[in-house]
């Protein structure tokens, strides 16, 4: 590449920056001086490195190390009545260097000091504006490791990074010191101060600390090391399965222990290439679950979606089944539970608890018990079909028998001390307990059998079930139709209380629709998998024709429930209850309204074409009746003046004024041919004709167009074309639109600043910059740079064929495209042009091209 001038090099390289961490496990293992070597390395191969800011710390050796490296200036904030240093991020913008170095990743800028609050940040615009970036972190700043550092080292953590941008990172390089290595530097003062040395190394830097720390660093870039390896499979083409891919499950009940099980959980899958984190909470439908908080859930989740999980919701009769049904349905390879805080006595009365009972399910699973200080309190939401477990149905009736006798016994000793009425209240007593214990049924059992032994062995004659006082007789029925009257308000009470934690569930499951959908996941793929791992069923699928007359039997239970006005779910797997179809009728309500949506969203989209070919017909019109006057005015004045038969020209001037007639009228057919385009487009016969593409084919013909050979001092610099993958547009009109926005730009660039032309591929789209150094505009004025027939800080208001900006943004609308301006870094104005990647990039036809048009 030629054209771009001596200065080359501290020209703006407008393609993202690489960025190289130097990670360590603890401060002091030398990652600055590693950062500080790789700048010497670079500076000797040629490359203009900066050290935009490097912390020393007092450090000699790294001091000596910053020698010979071109340092810039940090800026000076005052905060709270002192000074502070920090990195001048606009003057690194505006020296534009190569590579720069950036010290202390994980830092926090001073409140006020500049645009972003954390340096992380300013390095993400760096990267952005196209230079490269060196920096060093330390593996506690690590968002998912700050909590694991607090409880290894004491320290909490309050500056941390994402883990998202340091997985961006380019390289990541582990500057490893074994223990007693650091603790060696230490102790001869090339860390710290001689008065913190003592204190360091009895604190922080234990050898246990320093070991754990490294073992943290070490398996956190073994994920990257897998990543790497992913990607050198699939550019190779390597099918074979090498490793088996994590997915790793994290049962969540809105206890306070969450936080600490997702982020143990996202540690395990982050230890492997593709390792996936599901988080799963179970509405219980016995009931379990009402001591819940929903915005501890709330924040959970949020915790989740931070880390790159998913959450999910589903209801099920038995925590422990649905969630090995989960996990087995997701393909899981480990689950991740927290512990429980029940003692013996009462793991001895309920049996095993949810964690045991997952373990004995689980079969190939792993299952990982997490301890935490709290555990978090679980419900159970009651069945419809059955109010009771087994054991207490069971247990119920024995007690209403066993517990009156018990009684009978102990009241017998006490023969004489109390009278009937006293003895009376303690058989009620009786009764509501049993009616507690097994329910209404269970205390006729013990109001008949209190009854009876009331009879027997207390009211006279003793022995027998013969009375002979009348009012015996109506105390003994006053007692029966009382204790019959309160077991069954006892009952009715529980029954209200579990139909009541049963409706918390189904608003809970309802909820975390409603959640999905507000976030956009309501496709109808994602609502359908929604629904069947929901209701735990095996398979779920829309219909939009009547089903069949077999659907709800055979051994396959098959229900189908109505999703809009013409399409049903057909459900395949366990029956539902009555309390679960209602549920699912919601569920099914918000498929049918995705139904629609998606018809809605076809429509619209049969109309966008016709939406398009207006655009482009408005764009065309717009320029080609403002430039019509001027190719017109010139040739008519030309033609004039050789017709005037009063003045004599000479052959020179009779030769200028052919020429610019012929340049005007070569002007003014262009300006026909594209008045016949669009009286076509009215027509109807002519359309765009989007197929993929490469800039390699279609900018050397924008170019050629301009004839910049012609124009003295003009320049464009073209740029990292080669890597860029194919676009969809229509080639013809894509040549217009770069051919105005590079005129534009060499208009307003200086004589001796090139034009730089760029590209990049990012997130499915190919965006093309075009940067000048010239005035720029006004941010203010920017949109009406668009409107037709604005020539805003233009030298020349006669130059160019006029088509304009607003023909430039037109014609790249009607191409599914983005146009839109930004400042160029240094002064100037940027256009990025961002158009669709080619859905098949091999299909564009490549060729080579000059990479620079020469002045």
Aim: hydrophobic share 45%.
């Amino acid at each position: 590449m030629n054209g771009a001038g001596p200065g080359a090099a501290a020209e703006p390289v407008l393609r993202p920056g690489r960025l190289k961490v130097f990670l360590g496990a603890a401060p002091g293992v030398g990652k600055t001086y590693r950062m500080l070597d790789e700048a010497h390395r670079r500076t000797a191969r040629g490359a203009d490195v900066v050290a935009g800011f490097v912390e020393c710390h007092g450090r000699r050796h790294t001091e000596a190390k910053l020698h010979g490296l071109e340092a810039l200036p940090p800026a000076e904030h005052g905060y709270r009545g002192r000074s502070y240093a920090e990195l001048d991020r606009q003057a690194l913008l505006s020296r534009r260097p190569q590579v720069v170095l950036i010290d202390e990743l994980a830092h926090t800028n001073v409140p006020g000091g500049g645009r972003h609050a954390k340096r992380w940040q300013d390095v993400e615009e760096v990267l952005a504006a196209g230079i490269d970036v060196v920096t060093t972190l330390n593996i506690q700043h690590l968002e998912s490791l700050s909590d694991v550092v607090e409880k290894i080292t004491g320290v909490p953590q309050r500056e941390t990074v994402p883990d998202e941008f340091v997985r961006r990172a380019d390289e990541i390089e582990l500057v490893d010191l074994p223990p007693e290595g650091l603790r060696r530097r230490m102790a001869h003062g090339n860390v710290y101060p001689p008065e913190r040395i003592d204190a360091s190394l009895a604190n922080y830097f234990r050898p246990g600390n320093l070991i754990a720390l490294r073992e943290l660093a070490l398996l956190w870039l073994a994920g990257r090391v897998d990543e790497a390896l992913h990607k050198y499979r699939t550019e190779h083409g390597i099918g074979g399965v090498w490793e088996t891919r994590e997915r790793v499950v994290v049962a969540l009940t809105g206890g306070p222990e969450g936080e600490t099980l997702i982020r143990r959980a996202a540690r395990i899958a982050g230890r492997s290439a593709g390792g996936e984190l599901l988080a799963v909470h179970v509405a219980r439908s016995d009931g379990l679950a009402a001591g819940v908080s929903h915005a501890a859930l709330a924040g959970q989740r949020a915790l989740v979606e931070d880390l790159g999980g998913s959450y999910h919701s589903v209801v099920g009769d038995e925590v422990p089944n649905a969630l090995v049904d989960f996990a087995t349905a997701e393909n899981a390879t480990q689950l991740v539970l927290g512990t429980s805080r029940r003692r013996r006595l009462e793991r001895f009365l309920t049996g095993r608890g949810i964690g045991e009972t997952v373990v004995a399910l689980s079969d190939d699973i792993d299952v990982h018990m997490v301890t935490h200080e709290r555990a978090g309190g679980g419900r159970l939401l009651p069945s419809r079909r059955r109010t009771l477990p087994t054991s207490r149905l069971v247990a119920g009736p024995v007690a209403g028998v066993l517990l009156p006798v018990l009684l009978t016994l102990a009241l017998d000793r006490m023969r004489g001390t109390l009278d009937l009425t006293s003895e009376a209240l303690l058989f009620l007593v009786a009764v509501v307990g049993v009616a507690c214990i097994g329910g209404v049924a269970s205390a006729l059992v013990a109001a008949l059998t209190a009854a009876l032994l009331l009879n027997y062995w207390f009211m006279p004659p003793i022995g027998e079930f013969t009375m002979s006082d009348p009012d015996s007789l109506l105390a003994l029925a006053v007692f029966a139709i009382v204790a019959a009257t309160v077991a069954a308000a006892a009952d009715r009470s529980l029954r209200l209380s579990r139909r009541a934690a049963r409706a918390t569930a189904e608003a809970e499951t309802m909820s975390s629709l409603a959640g999905s959908i507000v976030r956009g996941d309501q496709t109808i793929p994602a609502l359908l998998e929604r629904t069947r791992e929901t209701f735990g069923m095996d398979s779920v699928e829309l219909a939009t024709d009547s089903p069949g007359p077999g659907a709800g039997s055979g051994p396959d239970p098959t229900l189908v429930v109505a999703a809009g006005s013409d399409a049903h779910l057909v459900l395949r797997g366990r029956r539902l209850t009555s309390s679960e179809r209602r549920v699912l009728a919601a569920f099914a309500a918000h498929v049918g309204a995705a139904v629609e949506r998606t018809r809605l969203a076809e429509a619209a989209a049969e109309v966008e074409p016709i939406k398009a070919a207006d655009r482009l017909r408005t764009a065309l019109l717009r320029a080609v009746s403002h430039d019509l006057r001027t190719p017109l005015a010139g040739a008519l004045a030309s033609v004039t003046s050789l017709r005037n038969t009063e003045v004599e020209f000479s052959e020179a001037d009779r030769a200028e004024l052919l020429a610019s007639a012929e340049v005007s009228l070569n002007r003014l057919n262009g300006l026909v041919e594209n008045l016949l385009d669009l009286s076509r487009l009215q027509a109807g016969a002519l359309t765009l004709e989007l197929r993929a593409t490469t800039l390699e084919e279609v900018l050397p013909a924008a170019l050629d167009s301009l004839d910049l050979h012609s124009a003295p001092g003009s320049a464009v610099d073209v740029q990292d074309l080669e890597s860029v993958p194919g676009l969809q547009a229509d080639p013809p009109l894509l040549e217009r639109v770069l051919a105005n926005l590079v005129g534009n730009a060499v208009r307003h660039a200086p004589a001796d600043r090139p034009v730089l032309v760029t590209a990049s591929s990012l997130s499915g789209r190919v965006e093309i910059r075009i940067a000048d150094r010239g005035p720029g505009i006004d941010p203010a004025d920017r949109e009406r740079a668009f409107e037709p027939f604005q020539r805003l800080g233009d030298r020349d208001n006669t130059a160019g064929l006029g088509l304009g900006l607003a023909l430039a943004r037109g014609l790249t609308e009607a191409m599914n495209g983005t146009l839109t301006p930004e400042d160029t870094p240094g002064g100037g104005l940027t256009m990025v042009l961002s158009l669709p990647a080619a859905p098949d990039p091999a299909a564009a036809p490549r060729r080579s091209t000059s990479g620079t048009t020469p002045s």
